[in-house]
């Protein structure tokens, strides 16, 4: 009978299928409790909530390149009116009127030219207006 004993309040002190309280870990918390479970949600929510806060106060203009470096790039490349004039070339409406556009919001004076071109490609070719152009990957599926 002593050895039943003994056993009896081993299981009962190390949370045994007789005990009524929760287990604990080694450092005394209880597993599966409650408390445990919602200090860790709370945790894990002002974790969270510092990120959201961290994430706001961050810049955008970080990664933003300098307007030297935007202008000495552009001053190799090609125009607005040169871009348009090739997609004329390439029978490509949509680019065409993109530059367009921004022709005319920077108040480029060969902005008229390039709104004749795409005025006569869009009399010229029709079907492509709708469509924005052709796309050769798409017309090797299709053909």
Partial sequence: MKRYEQFEQQLL??????SSGPQADYLGRE???RRFRARWLGMLAALGSLLIVLSWLL???WKSLAPSVV???GRESSTLLELGMAQVTKEEPGPMALMLAAAQTLGVPAAAKLDAALADLKAR???LVRCGGRDPVIESVLV
């Fill in 59 to 61: 810049p955008a203009h």
């Fill in 71 to 73: 202008e000495a790039a």
């Fill in 31 to 33: 597993k599966g409790g």
């Fill in 13 to 18: 002190r190390h949370g045994g299928p007789e």
């Fill in 125 to 127: 070719k029709p079907e």
